[in-house]
């Protein structure tokens, strides 16, 4: 689970248990009403923001998807942003994973807006890794790696934009 939603269900657990406090018995029916609808706001909030944000295994699929030298240049143009775009470079920077194979981790997923998110990539080849922060955008209905971010992960096989 990520830091902000465990982050986010900390917060809504602490506002159920507050309100759970604030309601002492007969006389606060007023002030428990107030506690329940304000729980119930929170809650409603922590599911709206959760629900925006795509999570750490959807975008590990999208990277490691790209890292597979088995997958074709084809289906990968469909993980990367206008990747009909990028074809040729998807097609060398297949060619170089065929030597090179990376593993990916992902964490720290951050919802930008709407169709933006950004996360927390580990990527490791033979000679080690690094954390790299790479963005992902919703489009036509699935989440992609953007498009420079993809051109970052390129440039590490020497294989340019």
Wanted: proline share 6%.
């Amino acid at each position: 689970m990520s830091r902000m939603r465990t982050s986010i269900a900390i917060a809504a657990l602490g506002a159920v248990a507050l309100a759970g406090c604030s309601s002492s018995g007969g006389s606060d029916t007023e002030t428990g009403d107030h506690a329940e609808h304000s729980t119930t706001q929170t809650a409603d909030a922590t599911t709206e923001a959760a629900a925006g944000a795509p999570d750490e295994a959807t975008l590990l699929a999208v990277v490691e998807g790209i890292g597979d030298p088995n997958l074709p240049t084809a289906q990968k143009v469909d993980l990367v942003q206008d990747g009909t775009d990028r074809e040729a470079v998807i097609e060398a920077f297949n060619a170089v994973l065929a030597n090179y194979p990376l593993t990916f981790g992902v964490s720290d997923v951050v919802e930008v807006d709407p169709t933006t998110a950004t996360a927390q990539v580990d990527v490791a080849g033979p000679h080690g890794g690094a954390p790299i922060p790479f963005t992902f955008v919703e489009q036509d209905g699935s989440w992609k790696l953007a498009d420079p971010s993809f051109c970052a992960l390129a440039a590490m096989g020497q294989v340019a934009c």
